[in-house]
């Protein structure tokens, strides 16, 4: 009858649950098939074979993106990723996990950049310094390395950009991370904070939020966003701002999430291995750079990048450092769209290798997905 409240339309719970139960069955059963097949890449490759020999950047970039393409909802992407990339990282590490060297200490940005990328199956090494980073890959102690390279509101990570003067290292991929600050301490209510421990950039994009919530504290500048959470953890008053790893690292409880001023701020961060990679079909290429005739500023810059406009390669970033060759002399960074070994990009860097004094290609690799 039409404006009843007949109840048996609607779907009983407990189908609902069996039903929920069985695609967890599936699920499980999906995973553990890849799993094995998994397995098999270790037979192909032999008993000799490392972790690293198993890790392909851009095979894996190309999942992700097809990931990305079959995505009908009602998962975010973002969402979707996280899994894939955690389901992913559990396989791989069956062989033996990748050891990824990060600019430390734990708790910090790079160490969530870490986990962004090669998911949390992987043995994390935290190192005081950039130069640490490079040298541990260098040597073969870490697969990967994972150092920031430039933030949306700071600029450009310099240490980073020198370390390509001299290092054979080669950038293995990019990973894009949003800033996400939280307000973290070992207890609760705002009332109870007398002062708050950051670093200085994490202080500088929380002021607004400070100013207006709690303007009576002390703010103290700290080495890392890390050193900040040791010390709330450690002292009654204290509290810290930082990544959702730093609250997890140092057992602390998030008191506030997100409170940083601006929500578009982000740092992009460099994977560092010791090979070039093949194409995953949208990649892009970082090449170093320099002429020897330093005269003519801006016009000698134009001639040494004219090649990039006759071929059509769209150039996205330039950055220019000392060479350290002899003073006023200058290298500069590129970023174009594109691999290196691919018709117009490679047609354009061998015109451009016949201008130059240094000429080297960084990296070709797999732009940022997610």
């Not at 899994?83 to 590490?93: D, K, T, W």
């Not at 990570?157 to 990973?175: A, C, H, Q, R, Y």
């Not at 005269?295 to 000392?322: C, F, K, N, W």
Request: glycine share 8%.
């Amino acid at each position: 009858m039409a404006g009843s409240n007949d109840k048996s339309d609607k779907p009983d719970l407990s189908e609902i649950r069996e039903r929920i139960n069985s695609i967890d069955e599936q699920i499980q059963s999906l995973i553990n098939d890849r799993a094995k097949i998994a397995q098999q890449v270790g037979v192909v490759k032999g008993d000799l074979a490392s972790a690293v020999d198993y890790y392909r950047p851009e095979r894996e970039a190309e999942v992700l993106r097809n990931i990305l393409e079959r995505n009908k909802g009602p998962m975010r992407d973002e969402e979707m990723l996280r899994l894939f990339r955690e389901i992913m990282s559990a396989c791989l590490a069956q062989q033996e996990p990748l050891r990824i060297g990060f600019l430390g200490p734990e708790g910090t940005f790079t160490q969530t950049a870490v986990f962004k990328h090669f998911g949390h199956s992987v043995r994390a090494l935290p190192f005081h310094t950039i130069d640490e980073v490079f040298q541990e890959v260098e040597s073969g102690a870490a697969d990967f390395g994972v150092v920031p390279i430039e933030n949306s509101t700071e600029g450009s990570v310099n240490n980073t950009l020198d370390m390509f003067l001299t290092s054979p290292l080669k950038i293995s991929g990019e990973i894009e991370l949003k800033i996400e600050q939280h307000l973290m301490s070992k207890f609760k209510g705002l009332e109870n904070i007398e002062r708050i421990c950051a670093h200085e950039q994490s202080l500088a994009q929380c002021r607004g939020w400070i100013r207006e919530h709690l303007p009576h504290v002390e703010l103290i500048g700290m080495s890392s966003n890390a050193a900040g959470a040791r010390r709330a953890r450690d002292e009654d008053g204290t509290a810290a701002i930082g990544p959702e790893v730093a609250a997890d690292v140092y057992e602390l409880d998030i008191m506030v999430n997100n409170v940083e001023d601006r929500p578009d701020n982000a740092t992009r961060f460099l994977v560092v291995g010791r090979q070039l990679l093949a194409s995953s079909g949208d990649d892009k290429t970082t090449i170093l750079v320099s002429t020897s005739d330093t005269a003519g500023g801006a016009g000698v810059l134009h001639h040494l990048l004219q090649p990039l406009a006759d071929y059509g390669v769209s150039m996205t970033r330039i950055e220019s450092r000392p060479s350290r060759r002899r003073k006023w002399d200058y290298v500069f960074f590129i970023d174009v769209d594109g691999h290196a070994a691919d018709s117009p990009v490679a047609d354009a860097l061998t015109e451009l290798e016949k201008t130059s004094s240094l000429f080297k290609v960084l990296g070709a690799y797999p732009k940022a997905i997610g």
